[in-house]
Every structure is written in structure tokens, then in C-alpha cells.
């Protein structure tokens, strides 16, 4: 489903950010600097095949060797993914500006959690709009349902309103993954492009 006023939501940064969040979703990630990192052992993640905004079938595998950056989210969210997004992609440019052969070894993946409007072309609109390395991956309810539940992100879609659209509350976070897909940390989000940055440059090796 295609909403062509999109594009200038997406632009539109609200001042003000809620929405329900999960206890990992409050849960920092600040410390030292060569501790081990903080999602390390938990189990968080596993594999999935989805579908990308082309259309393609697209497995966990693909992404073997490279560190994952994963944000759940959907397009037609007003105000807090499109924000949440930019600042993660303005802080991989950052990395890519700083140092290239690092954020070479990083792939960023948006997953959808309302796939019944987050068709494929739906979600290359999106993407696109953010960074030419991002994907984004949708499916059936049920295959978003079953890899929401493996990355512990909370979902649910609000009640209607009477023009028949609605909400999506969900868990508001981006997580690291390392090149074994195995999980390394919280990236922050909320605090925009040079703290996204920090933290890539962090726990990425």
C-alpha cells in the first residue's frame, strides 16, 4: 500500500519522541572501552529468511562475515522510526567518513513489523531514502511474528482509527550483531549521529 505523502513525514522530525518501550529497549549501553560487550552470551537473534525490498528471498546466511545493524520498525510510523533511522544512517555515513574500511564490514538491515502495509516496494521507498546500503526485510505475519519473537522486539497494532489506519506500538531499539550473527550490543538511537557513531565504532573490530 503505497502512500505517496510518506516521503515528507519521513522528513519531519518530531520534537517530541514516545512510544512503548521493552526493558532491553531502556537498557543502556554505556562503560569501559574494552570490556566484553554487553549482549555478548544472551539469546538474542537466530536464523530467518524474509524478503527484501526487491522482492528477493533473503536468508541470515547472506549477511555471514559481516556485522549486522538491525532496526524493527515500520514506514508508516509518523514520527519515531524515520527519526530513530536517520540518526543511525547519519551516523554510518560518519563511520563510512571516518573510517571506511570499518564500516565496510557492516551491513544495516530495517526489519518491518507491519507487514500487511510494508510490502517490498513499499519498504524500498523507505530505505532508500536513508542510505543506499540499507535493506529492508518484510514477510508474512507470521514470519515477522517468529523472528520479532527470536530478537525479543515487542510488537502490536493499535486499534483502528476511523479513516482505517493505525499504529504500531513496538520495542525501540537497534541492535549490533557480529559477522556469526552472535549479539553484541545496543546501538543508541535517540541521541543522534555523532552517539550512533561512537557506538559502531565501539564494538565493531
Known amino acids: ?13 518530531a520534537a517530541s519522541l514516545s512510544i512503548a518501550l521493552s526493558p532491553l529497549a531502556l537498557s543502556g549501553c554505556g562503560g ?8 555478548a552470551g ?4 537466530g536464523p530467518f529468511t524474509l ?50 574500511a570499518l564500516a565496510a564490514k557492516i551491513q544495516p538491515i530495517f526489519i518491518t513489523v507491519d507487514p500487511a ?10 530505505v532508500s531514502a536513508f542510505h543506499p546500503k540499507l535493506i529492508g526485510l518484510t514477510g508474512t505475519e ?17 486499534p483502528p482509527r476511523p479513516d482505517g489506519s493505525y499504529l504500531v506500538d513496538h520495542a525501540r531499539q537497534a541492535m549490533l550483531f557480529g559477522p ?4 553484541l550490543a545496543l546501538i543508541t538511537q535517540d541521541k543522534g549521529a555523532d552517539a ?6 565501539r564494538w565493531v573490530r
Open 180 to 183: 556469526k550473527g552472535e549479539p
Open 51 to 100: 524478503t527484501d525490498q526487491d522482492g528477493r528471498k533473503v536468508s541470515d546466511s547472506a549477511f555471514a562475515g559481516k556485522y549486522r545493524l538491525i532496526y524493527f520498525g515500520y514506514t508508516w510510523c509518523p514520527d519515531v522510526c524515520p527519526v530513530d533511522v536517520q540518526n543511525l544512517m547519519k551516523g554510518y555515513r560518519k563511520v563510512e567518513k571516518d573510517d571506511p
Open 1 to 13: 500500500m503505497n502512500n505517496p505523502r510518506l516521503p515528507r513525514r519521513w522528513a519531519a522530525i
Open 117 to 126: 502495509r510494508d510490502t517490498p516496494a513499499a519498504l524500498k521507498q523507505f
Open 196 to 201: 550512533a557513531a561512537a557506538d559502531i565504532e
Open 32 to 39: 569501559g572501552t574494552a570490556e566484553t560487550p554487553p549482549l
Open 42 to 45: 544472551s539469546k538474542i537473534g
Open 142 to 158: 507470521a514470519e515477522i511474528s517468529a523472528v520479532a519473537k527470536q530478537f525479543a522486539i515487542y510488537y502490536a497494532k493499535q
